[in-house]
Each structure stands twice: as structure tokens, then as C-alpha cells.
């Protein structure tokens, strides 16, 4: 466990958030490997197949994930104040309503997958293998839900470590049997699905079974639902379920307007889509770390502290988004082309589209840094409100420019790439005076559970 009350604020939240830069980057290589293995070896109609289903798979866990997200927050300030009863008492209250939950959420995904994909659109050569792929990865969530968790909760007790090495093997087993299922059982999508589930099942255990043995504050040995902290939970998390389930609802809305112009142009947005969600990983590391930092020393009550490490990492996001911007608009194009085989009929039309989209959003990166680090810190103040409030406008900015783009001005898919850059910079200029105002101070979880 790490504690950021004390030492040097920049140093802790960079080396901190190293280990879960690489952590998610095997997190990436999950999906990534299903897109590339699945586009090399089945065709661009299966890699549009899987990134049509990724959007919806997307929607349904954010808003597990944005519980958990909340849940955290309260764990890192508890853990900053010493309150280790508490602590365990938010864990183990959190394991019962996040399993329940995570239940329905996956009936309700297996069930309606049809209607659901219906619903965006999904062209009809790519709808029974994108069913398929929904209805074993929501079938399989509750993994997923519970290595999220725990993950989420060993960083914010300061272990960023831990994770990565059972992510590592996890994302290594993944690659593996995608091969095997997909190159040489040739069982397509729905081979690349199980292969996914498989890992993610591996990833849970071993994270569970690290958390109970390893670390004191995680070990439940009975659980308890205490309804004072449920509410506290509630307070944090729900503000970051709606924000999270408000990304994938927006994202839903621009998949069906990417549909809406064939399988060619979807396979090669979801291709740019997995290369500029690597491309930003970084930036949303630091973003997570800064969250932790300010997180516990808020709960410490060394605002000076939290404030401080903020806005060296704000200078130093800003900087690596400069970088970030450069590298992929060398490398956009030709990592691009490893997403599908060059024999592919329609190879030409998928990496226009693909190439077509980074090379305008990379040069953007320096406004999502700004934006995300505001976020981070508001997040570990405890203000979810406005973190959530400042997502929805971006992305609903993002979704009505996206179709004012295409259906006013005659744009193609990369009116997608467009809208988002609109939406960061205007949120940054928010989030900045929301920031000099001070309107974040006063909502620490500590605080509360004070009163």
C-alpha cells in the first residue's frame, strides 16, 4: 500500500500511475486482440461485428464500473483519515449490491441483445455474429465486474503493482487462446468471446484470492450491508454510473450513425477507435492517479497537498499529450492496416475510414489531458456531480455535432473525430473556472460520514 500524505507529489502519482499505464495496456490488448485476430483471420465483416457488440457491452457494465469508481473514492479517503472499519464496512457493503446487480445486468444483456442491436442499426451481414458476441460477454460480465472491483479498490489503498501482474497473465492467456480459438478451431467471433471470458474468469480469481490473503483491509470474513454506507456509496457512485453510462450511451449513438454508412466504415472506425484508445491511456492513468492522490489527501485534510500535486500533473499531462499526438499521427495509418488482412475485399475503404479518423482527433490530445485532469481532481475531492455533469455536456456536444456534421454538412465518418475535440475544449474551459472558484471544496466522503 501506498500513502500520498507525505513525499513527492509529482514522483508518486507518475510512478504510480506507471504501473496501471501498462496494466491497461494488457487491458487494451483484451479487445484489441479480439479485433486484430478476429480482422486478420474471419474478415472486416467480423471486426465490425465485434466493435458494433464492444459499444453495446460498454453500455451495460458502465454503469457497474461507475459504482465501483464511486465506491473507490470513499475507500481512498476512509484510508487517508484511518478509518479501517469503516473501510471494510464500504467493501464489503459494496460486494453485495455490486453482485446482485451485476445478475440482473447481465439477464437483462443475454436476453435483449437482439432488440438491442435492432436498435442501433447493426447491418444485417454482421447481426447474427455481433448477437453472438454480445450474449457471451454479457453471459460472462459478472468476472469482469468483480476483477474491476477489486482492482479498482487495491488502488485505492496505493497498490497499482498488484494488478498489473495478474492483469499480465491474464491478458497473455487472452491473446493465446484467441489464437486457438479463432487461427486454428476457427470458431470466428464467437471463439474470440469465449477466449475473452476465459481470461477475464482468470483475472478475477487471482485478484480476489491476492486481495484476501495480501492485503488486511480487503480480507472480508463476513459480509455486512450497512445502509448509512450504502447511501454514502450511492452519493459518489451514482453521479459516476449516469456519467459512465452517458459515455456508452453517446458512443451508442454515434455507432448507429457509423452504421448507418455500411460495415466497411465500422470495421475501420473501430480499428481507429482501439488505436486512439491506446494512444490516450497514459492520460487517463495519471487522470485514475490523480484521483487517489487528492482522494487521500483530502481525507488527511492537506488540501495545500492535494492541490499542488494537481497542477504538476496537469503540466505534465499536457506535455505527454503533446508527444502522444506526434507519435500516432506518424503511426496512425500503418497500425491501421494491422486490423485486417490485405487480401480483404474492402481493405481499401477500412483504412481510409480508420486512417482518415486518427489523423484528426490525435492532434486534439492536448485538450482531452486538460479536461481529464480536472476531472481526476475533482474526482478525489469527492465531487462527482461535476465530473459527471462535465462528461454529459462533452459527449452531448459530441453526439449532436457528430449528426449536425453528417446530416447538414455532408461529412462522412470522420465527422465523428470532429465533434469530440468541440466537446473538450469547451468542458476544459469549464472545469478551469469551476476549479478557481473553489465550488469543489467542502464534499469530501470523510466529511460526511462525520456528520
Given at each position: 500500500m501506498q500513502d500520498f500524505t507525505k513525499g513527492n507529489a509529482t514522483k508518486q502519482i507518475i510512478s504510480f500511475a506507471l504501473p496501471m499505464l501498462v496494466g491497461n495496456i494488457f487491458q487494451q490488448a483484451y479487445s484489441m486482440s479480439d479485433a486484430v485476430i478476429v480482422g486478420r483471420f474471419v474478415g472486416g465483416n467480423a471486426l465490425a461485428a465485434v466493435g458494433s457488440s464492444m459499444s453495446m457491452i460498454h453500455f451495460l457494465l458502465s454503469v457497474l464500473i461507475g459504482l465501483t469508481t464511486g465506491a473507490s473514492v470513499v475507500i481512498s479517503q476512509f484510508y487517508g483519515a484511518r478509518q479501517d472499519g469503516q473501510l471494510q464496512k464500504t467493501v464489503s457493503t459494496s460486494i453485495l449490491f455490486l453482485a446482485g446487480f451485476a445478475l440482473i445486468i447481465s439477464i437483462i444483456g443475454v436476453a435483449g441483445a437482439p432488440l438491442f442491436l435492432s436498435?442501433?442499426?447493426v447491418p444485417e451481414g454482421i447481426f447474427s455474429e455481433t448477437?453472438?458476441?454480445?450474449?457471451?460477454?454479457?453471459?460472462?460480465?459478472?468476472f469482469s465486474v468483480f476483477y474491476n472491483m477489486y482492482t479498482s479498490y487495491l488502488r485505492a489503498l496505493g497498490d497499482s503493482k498488484s494488478p498489473l501482474l495478474i492483469l499480465i497473465i491474464s491478458t497473455l492467456l487472452n491473446v493465446l487462446l484467441d489464437l486457438l480459438f479463432v487461427a486454428v478451431f476457427n470458431w470466428g467471433v464467437g471463439g474470440a468471446a469465449v477466449a475473452t471470458a476465459i481470461a477475464q474468469?482468470?483475472?478475477?480469481?487471482?485478484c480476489m484470492a491476492y486481495a484476501g490473503r495480501k492485503v488486511p483491509l480487503l480480507k472480508i470474513n463476513k459480509l455486512i450491508f450497512d445502509k448509512a454506507l450504502f447511501r454514502l456509496v450511492l452519493r459518489?457512485?451514482?453521479p459516476a454510473a449516469i456519467q459512465l453510462s452517458t459515455v456508452s450511451l453517446a458512443s451508442l449513438t454515434i455507432i448507429r450513425l457509423v452504421n448507418s454508412f455500411g460495415e466497411s466504415a465500422?470495421?475501420?472506425?473501430?480499428?481507429?477507435?482501439?488505436?486512439?484508445?491506446?494512444?490516450?491511456?497514459?492520460?487517463?492513468?495519471?487522470?485514475?492517479?490523480?484521483?487517489?492522490?487528492?482522494?487521500?489527501?483530502?481525507g488527511a485534510?492537506?488540501?495545500?497537498?492535494?492541490k499542488k500535486g494537481f497542477r504538476s500533473s496537469l503540466v505534465f499531462m499536457v506535455l505527454a499529450g503533446i508527444v502522444l499526438s506526434t507519435i500516432a499521427l506518424v503511426c496512425g495509418r500503418s497500425l491501421i492496416t494491422l486490423f485486417v488482412d490485405a487480401a480483404d475485399p474492402n481493405v481499401t475503404e477500412i483504412v481510409g475510414v480508420g486512417a482518415k479518423y486518427l489523423s484528426i482527433i490525435v492532434c486534439f490530445y492536448t485538450l482531452f489531458a486538460t479536461f481529464f485532469a480536472f476531472n481526476g481532481f475533482f474526482r478525489g475531492a469527492g465531487d462527482a456531480v461535476i465530473v459527471m455533469a462535465l462528461t454529459i455536456t462533452s459527449l452531448t456536444i459530441r453526439s449532436v455535432s457528430a449528426h449536425i456534421l453528417v446530416y447538414q454538412f455532408g461529412l462522412g465518418p470522420e465527422a465523428v473525430a470532429w465533434s469530440i475535440p468541440i466537446g473538450w475544449g469547451l468542458c476544459s474551459l469549464l472545469a478551469w473556472l469551476y476549479y478557481h472558484k473553489n465550488m469543489w471544496a467542502g464534499k469530501a466522503a470523510v466529511q460526511v460520514a462525520g456528520k
Open positions: 436498435l442501433l442499426d448477437t453472438l458476441y454480445l450474449r457471451i460477454a454479457m453471459g460472462t460480465m459478472i474468469a482468470l483475472a478475477c480469481i487471482l459518489y457512485s451514482l465500422v470495421a475501420g472506425y473501430t480499428a481507429a477507435v482501439k488505436i486512439d484508445e491506446f494512444a490516450i491511456m497514459p492520460l487517463s492513468n495519471i487522470s485514475m492517479a490523480i484521483s487517489t492522490f487528492v482522494g487521500q489527501n483530502i485534510a492537506n488540501v495545500d497537498r492535494a
